[in-house]
């Protein structure tokens, strides 16, 4: 790689400063030279003897070298101002023309070598490509890279001229080099840190503070957008990968995209759908801080219009999602009040019993337990009421069976003369457990299952009525 002399060491030393904070480290153009250095020729070079001074052409190139360097930097206006800057020194140029004469004659090597090979355009265009920065340059502002006017003109004729290089790709070599203008200039290159401001602008913009959105803020906060506009490539002969960056206009066309895009996947009617009315509420508390901050941004911010595009879209988004769940809330309010927590729910929850361990005697599933005892529930007392509502019978299975000691005792819905019905009900779960389960012959067991699920009788009370002849009706 070529050797970088730095001509404003403030310039160096903020660049660092730059790179310490996490930040990129650009020098910009103006404050640098890139040293010159000798090209390496490619395999199979032989020296011609005599060289540069070796056939009438390359006499030519190189009488036109030395005569340039002579007048340099007289030779034009840019070059010029070199005579008055205080770190120009003439006699490191001195090397010059014979550097311009074995770039041109290295590169006419390489052509003729691979113009047959699969990957000729390749490898010739990065072997130009090499010799190109082997020029080294100068600090924006003071001219192109000294002699490549040379190289560039000679190594054209070169090819246009070689008979035995077929048409077509002759035709391919010389739009290549006619493309190079970037030789003219180093200039017009994107600075890395406004590519970076920008970014920071729309990270800043963009409303991540919203839920929808929470997750993926780390995520875009440490990396970076594209900054290439197209796929690096890599030169076999400079070691390094080019990519060119795309420009400010580009990224934020890419920033509005982007926007968009974020901004499709979120779909507010789903979430109000779904989402308890808690959430909805958080939400729009969101959306309106994040539409409030928006405004203040567009009030006092600095913005291009291309970057007015998406945060126009941020404002209308904000605005329409703002409105909708503004709008929507009081009826959902009136729709999860009108809905006692729903007859599913309740359904829901006794199949999950269904599922649990018997903690009151194993041997019984619960799916027998509460198939049993579910019809205090279904069937009505007297009073025209079921003997447990539904609430109330989870709460009873709870207490009863899955050791939740924390869950009160329940009152049974009863009217008179029902007590020996009830109590029945246990009698027989009592029954059903010893002869189909294999339980133990344990009334006292199952008394106390009633005692301590419910409060209608003391133990006694149950005790006396704890058999299958107190009542004629049958469950
Ligand atoms: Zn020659
Ligand atoms: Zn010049």
């Not at 340099?72 to 010059?96: D, G, M, N, R």
């Not at 003219?184 to 913009?205: F, G, I, M, S, V």
């Not at 019978?393 to 007590?419: D, H, M």
Request: proline share 5%; net charge positive.
């Amino acid at each position: 790689m070529n050797e970088i002399r730095v001509i404003h060491p403030d310039a160096f030393l903020d660049a660092i400063k730059h790179v310490e904070n996490g930040e990129f480290g650009e020098l910009s153009a103006t404050n640098y030279e890139v040293h010159a250095f000798d090209t390496i020729p490619t395999p199979g070079y032989d020296a011609p003897s005599n060289f540069p001074e070796c056939c009438d052409y390359h006499k030519k190139a190189y009488s036109m070298a030395t005569q340039y360097l002579a007048k340099f930097p007289e030779c034009c206006i840019k070059h010029s101002k070199l005579t008055t800057a205080h770190w120009f020194k003439k006699t490191q140029y001195e090397k010059v023309p014979i550097r311009i004469l074995k770039a041109l004659h290295h590169t006419e090597h390489n052509t003729t070598q691979k113009i047959n090979h699969s990957d000729w355009y390749e490898d010739i265009t990065e072997y130009i490509d090499y010799c190109i920065a082997s020029f080294g340059s100068l600090p924006l502002g003071y001219g192109n890279p000294v002699g490549i006017d040379i190289y560039y003109n000679y190594t054209r004729f070169y090819i246009e001229q070689n008979k035995s290089i077929p048409d077509e790709k002759k035709q391919k070599l010389l739009t290549y080099l006619d493309g190079l203008t970037t030789i003219e200039q180093p200039a017009e290159q994107t600075d890395l840190n406004t590519l970076n401001d920008l970014y920071k602008k729309w990270l800043n913009a963009f409303p991540f503070d919203i839920s929808f959105f929470q997750n993926s803020k780390e995520s875009f906060e440490k990396s970076l957008p594209p900054l290439l506009s197209n796929k690096p490539a890599y030169n076999r002969y400079l070691k390094i990968s080019k990519g060119k960056l795309i420009t400010c206009k580009q990224l934020v066309e890419f920033l509005f995209e982007l926007t968009k895009q974020m901004l499709l996947t979120v779909d507010s009617v789903k979430i109000a759908k779904e989402a308890p009315i808690s959430d909805i509420n958080k939400k729009t508390i969101e959306l309106l801080n994040e539409s409030l901050r928006l405004q203040n941004n567009l009030l006092f911010g600095k913005y291009s219009k291309g970057e007015m595009k998406y945060l126009q879209v941020l404002k209308k988004w904000l605005e329409y999602q703002k409105n909708y769940f503004r709008d929507i809330t009081p009826y959902l309010k009136k729709v999860t009040e009108t809905t006692p927590k729903g007859k599913n729910d309740i359904d829901t929850t006794i199949n999950e019993l269904k599922k649990k361990e018997n903690l009151f005697w194993k041997g019984v599933p619960m799916s027998r337990v509460i198939d049993h005892f579910i019809v205090f529930t279904e069937r009505n007392s007297k009073n025209g009421k079921p003997f447990l509502t539904k609430e109330q019978f989870i709460q009873f299975i709870q207490r009863g069976f899955l050791s939740c000691n924390e869950i009160p005792k329940q009152t049974l819905n009863l009217s008179n003369g029902e007590k020996g019905f009830v109590i029945k009900r246990f009698y027989e779960f009592f029954d059903l457990s010893v002869s189909q389960f294999g339980e133990l012959n344990k009334k006292f067991k199952y008394i106390n299952l009633i005692d301590n699920c419910f409060d209608n009788w003391n133990k006694k009370g149950i005790e006396a009525f704890f058999k299958p002849s107190k009542t004629k009706q049958s469950w």
